[in-house]
């Protein structure tokens, strides 16, 4: 992507004025994406993302700049210009080690490139879904699906001598549907991706999920609203671990640790979570939407075992808040392109799998709320508080899934609902999203099996 003798002068450069360790992060990206709006294209799109990002690190202090112009004189005007913001005393300036590329092992195998398939297929996938949502019910009045996938390439290499290059082949399908009555509207959706090419895509069955969209949105637009209160709330797997995911793993990012900005700081070795909780945040998993072989450092991702039967075991943690914990990365350091510096961030993360079967824990609640499907939400990593709204939900009722409800909003604390879990399900399962932080947007699996809360709040119009 670029000559390795230059990209040795542009890393010396930025050190020149006293830093103590650069980074240069460069990609070329293709990008496409197809949006059908009730069966018909609405948007056909391309693009490719091109350019550079320059890092220097002063102790913990760090300057980033980027650029789309990769020419010789750009880059290293870019670095002259970043240096100038170091403000060191040291003398000697640090040394760029000779590059060594140990190669990337690469564990995330494609078998039909995104780009060698024709669009007419992409769109004849998205159009099943649609007729399938359609002639689901007459309630379905609007269906919006899309196709988008991107092959990234990246190097990236720094003053300690690393050069590491990758690929990266993504893909992911949402299809949606929307249900409408005269005074009410309802969505539902799935929204299935993949790190690997576009024989993930020909597996899956584009009717049936048109179908499980349609399903939702017209359940939820004919169901009761929810009652207000505090009971149990049984939450089932790959959906439902958005909350995990955003009130608990945001918090056990060092973005937020190393400046004592989480509720769980200083936890480490303690307990934060009910005995049968475990969590993982896994980036090696073959072909997952989350996965990477390298993160945005160049280091090796890794499987990081965040809690162990109830115990704070790690951080998620990047090269520069290493530096200001004293601790070591985890392979966690991710951003969405080169406009942004990286930092720690999830990938693959879940609740482990539990004992008790998932029929069990129905069975074992005399009375509660069965959240199916979860939908978006906000949380603040500080103190953990967050709200999530139910996409599909239920009442239990003597042991039993009984009548459907809308309008539920789950309200509570991450460090709460960890220990307030008191069952864990078989049945683990992961679903797909785009995580956003201070480093961007960024592809991440959310997931569990079904748990079950004791008691939570439950905010509801009934």
Same mark, same amino acid.
Request: with cysteine; hydrophobic share 40%.
């Given at each position: 992507m670029?000559?390795?003798?230059?990209?040795?002068?542009?890393?010396?450069?930025?050190?020149?004025t006293?830093?103590?360790?650069s980074e240069l992060f460069a990609?070329n990206?293709r990008s496409e994406s197809?949006?059908?709006?009730?069966?018909i294209?609405?948007d056909?799109?391309?693009?490719?993302?091109y350019g550079c990002?320059?890092?220097?690190f002063?102790g913990?202090n760090c300057?980033?700049?980027?650029?789309?112009?990769t020419s010789?004189?750009?880059?290293?005007?870019?670095?002259?210009e970043?240096?100038k913001?170091v403000k060191s005393?040291?003398v000697?300036?640090?040394?760029?080690?000779?590059?060594?590329n140990?190669g990337?092992?690469?564990?995330?195998?494609?078998k039909v490139?995104?780009f060698?398939?024709h669009r007419?297929?992409?769109i004849?996938?998205l159009?099943s879904a649609?007729e399938?949502?359609?002639?689901?019910d007459?309630a379905?009045t609007?269906?919006?699906?899309?196709f988008?996938g991107?092959?990234?390439?990246v190097?990236i290499?720094?003053?300690k001598?690393?050069?590491?290059e990758?690929?990266?082949?993504?893909?992911?399908a949402?299809?949606?549907?929307?249900a409408?009555s005269d005074?009410?509207k309802?969505t539902?959706?799935?929204a299935p991706g993949?790190?690997?090419?576009?024989?993930?895509f020909?597996g899956?069955?584009?009717?049936?999920?048109g179908?499980?969209a349609?399903?939702i949105?017209?359940?939820?637009?004919?169901?009761?609203l929810c009652?207000?209160?505090k009971?149990p709330v049984?939450?089932?797997?790959?959906?439902?671990g958005v909350i995990?995911h955003?009130?608990c793993?945001?918090?056990?990012e060092a973005?937020g640790v190393?400046k004592g900005?989480s509720?769980f700081c200083?936890?480490? %070795?303690?307990k934060? $979570?009910?005995?049968?909780?475990?969590? !993982?945040d896994?980036g +090696?998993?073959?072909?997952a939407?989350?996965s #990477?072989?390298i993160d945005d450092?160049g280091e090796?991702?890794r499987?990081n075992?965040?809690i162990?039967n109830?115990v704070l075991?790690t951080?998620?943690?990047d090269k520069?808040?290493?530096?200001?914990m004293g601790?070591?990365?985890?392979?966690?350091?991710r951003?969405?392109?080169?406009?942004?510096?990286p930092?720690?961030?999830?990938?693959?993360t879940?609740?482990?799998?539990?004992?008790?079967?998932?029929?069990?824990?129905?069975a074992?609640?005399e009375? %509660?709320?069965?959240? $199916?499907?979860m939908?978006?939400g906000? !949380?603040?990593?500080a +103190?953990?508080?967050f709200n999530?709204a139910? #996409?599909?939900?239920?009442?239990?009722?003597?042991?039993?899934?009984?009548?459907?409800v809308?309008?539920?909003?789950?309200i509570?604390?991450?460090g709460e609902v960890?220990l307030?879990?008191?069952?864990?399900?078989d049945?683990?399962s992961?679903?797909?999203?785009?995580?956003g932080s201070?480093?961007?947007?960024?592809?991440?699996d959310?997931?569990?099996?079904?748990i079950?809360?004791?008691?939570?709040t439950?905010?509801?119009?009934?």
């Amino acid at each position: 992507m670029l000559n390795p003798a230059l990209v040795k002068d542009v890393l010396g450069e930025a050190v020149a004025t006293g830093g103590d360790f650069s980074e240069l992060f460069a990609e070329n990206t293709r990008s496409e994406s197809i949006t059908m709006r009730n069966g018909i294209v609405e948007d056909s799109l391309s693009g490719i993302t091109y350019g550079c990002g320059l890092r220097i690190f002063d102790g913990v202090n760090c300057v980033y700049a980027y650029t789309n112009d990769t020419s010789r004189e750009s880059l290293l005007n870019l670095a002259k210009e970043a240096a100038k913001a170091v403000k060191s005393a040291k003398v000697e300036a640090v040394t760029v080690l000779d590059f060594e590329n140990k190669g990337v092992r690469d564990i995330h195998p494609v078998k039909v490139p995104p780009f060698d398939v024709h669009r007419r297929d992409k769109i004849a996938l998205l159009r099943s879904a649609h007729e399938t949502s359609k002639a689901y019910d007459e309630a379905v009045t609007q269906t919006v699906n899309t196709f988008g996938g991107s092959v990234q390439n990246v190097l990236i290499a720094n003053s300690k001598g690393l050069w590491a290059e990758d690929t990266r082949t993504r893909g992911r399908a949402f299809i949606q549907a929307i249900a409408s009555s005269d005074t009410e509207k309802q969505t539902g959706y799935t929204a299935p991706g993949t790190l690997s090419g576009f024989e993930f895509f020909e597996g899956l069955d584009f009717a049936g999920l048109g179908r499980e969209a349609a399903r939702i949105a017209v359940t939820m637009l004919r169901a009761e609203l929810c009652p207000a209160g505090k009971f149990p709330v049984v939450i089932d797997n790959a959906f439902g671990g958005v909350i995990f995911h955003e009130a608990c793993g945001h918090s056990l990012e060092a973005t937020g640790v190393a400046k004592g900005a989480s509720e769980f700081c200083g936890k480490l %070795g303690q307990k934060i $979570a009910a005995d049968c909780v475990s969590a !993982v945040d896994d980036g +090696t998993i073959p072909n997952a939407w989350g996965s #990477l072989n390298i993160d945005d450092e160049g280091e090796p991702t890794r499987k990081n075992i965040l809690i162990e039967n109830g115990v704070l075991k790690t951080y998620l943690i990047d090269k520069l808040n290493a530096k200001k914990m004293g601790m070591d990365i985890t392979g966690s350091g991710r951003r969405e392109s080169y406009r942004f510096a990286p930092t720690s961030r999830m990938t693959n993360t879940f609740i482990a799998n539990g004992t008790t079967p998932a029929k069990d824990i129905i069975a074992n609640t005399e009375y %509660g709320l069965y959240a $199916a499907k979860m939908g978006g939400g906000s !949380v603040q990593p500080a +103190t953990g508080e967050f709200n999530f709204a139910v #996409l599909e939900g239920y009442m239990i009722r003597g042991g039993k899934i009984a009548e459907p409800v809308r309008g539920a909003t789950l309200i509570g604390k991450g460090g709460e609902v960890l220990l307030n879990i008191d069952m864990v399900g078989d049945n683990l399962s992961t679903a797909q999203g785009v995580c956003g932080s201070s480093s961007g947007g960024v592809p991440t699996d959310v997931g569990q099996p079904m748990i079950r809360v004791k008691e939570m709040t439950v905010g509801g119009r009934k």
